[in-house]
């Protein structure tokens, strides 16, 4: 969906049920700026096919908005077809992980048949892993040509969550740091990350974006911003108040 006038997002793309997510692109005058890559290689093929027929010629860059499978799944795609792939130095994943990340989706198949086929194979085949081939350990200015992308680092709900804000649209792209609905997943860190997450939801919440494109759920516009922003914060802080993420038994 068109977000403003260079600001696009791509939601409800395939995630383990109950959880969607979420990716989108940034379109300038000579470069296209694709935030997050999807859980798989079918969500990248889409994420590029719309990215690339809407400024047709640009540089395709990528940027992953943190470590977690289900964002940066379609990377190797991308790779394969010559774009750079941005993300926070942290994101060094194995593929010993990543077929982990494999046998806990088809753990989470709920039909017993298909579990035993082994579906998860379908959902993720031709998926390969490939992880950021550009470091990006600070803040930083993304000209894609008459048009910024301010990256900021938004650590907290894992130490690589990265946010790109377009400030002359007035969009932002935070990634897991919010997610729409659904109960944030807290159990990546322990008080001190959560603690940290709160100081990234007030930088965030500093932007004052009409826009925020949040990692999972709907896209948020105008007062659902705030909301959305206070819903998680009210997650974190009942989590510090008990010492516990609400998703842990
Ligand atoms: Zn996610």
């Known amino acids: 969906m068109q977000l403003s006038e260079h600001c696009w997002a791509v939601t409800g793309l395939a995630c383990t049920p109950p959880w969607t997510v979420n990716a989108g692109f940034i379109v300038g005058r000579h470069t296209t700026l694709v935030v997050d890559t999807g859980a798989n290689v079918l969500a990248a093929a889409t994420i590029h096919g719309y990215a690339s027929l809407a400024r047709p010629g640009?540089?395709?860059?990528?940027?992953?908005?943190?470590k977690h499978f289900d964002h940066i799944g379609g990377n190797a795609w991308f790779r394969e077809r010559g774009a750079d792939v941005f993300g926070h130095p942290g994101i060094v994943r194995t593929e010993e992980e990543f077929r982990a990340e494999i046998a806990e989706y088809n753990r989470a198949i709920p039909d017993a048949a298909r579990r035993a086929l082994g579906e998860a194979a379908v959902?993720?085949?031709?998926?390969?892993?490939?992880?950021?081939?550009?470091?990006?350990a600070a803040d930083t200015v993304f000209d894609l040509g008459d048009l910024e992308v301010h990256v900021l680092l938004t650590p907290g709900h894992t130490p690589?969550?990265?946010?790109?804000?377009?400030?002359?649209e007035s969009v932002v792209y935070c990634g897991d740091c919010t997610v729409n609905g659904y109960l944030p997943n807290l159990d990546c860190g322990a008080a001190p990350e959560w603690r940290q997450w709160l100081d990234s939801l007030d930088r965030i919440e500093r932007l004052a974006a009409a826009v925020v494109?949040?990692?999972?759920?709907?896209?948020?516009r105008g007062s659902e911003v705030r909301e959305l922003i206070e819903r998680v914060r009210g997650v974190l802080g009942e989590a510090l108040r008990t010492g516990a993420s609400p998703t842990q038994p």
């Open 160 to 168: 690589t969550n990265l946010t790109a804000h377009v400030p002359a």
């Open 58 to 66: 640009n540089r395709l860059r990528v940027i992953d908005t943190e």
């Open 123 to 136: 959902f993720y085949a031709g998926t390969s892993l490939a992880l950021p081939n550009q470091p990006v």
């Open 213 to 220: 494109v949040p990692g999972h759920g709907p896209v948020a």
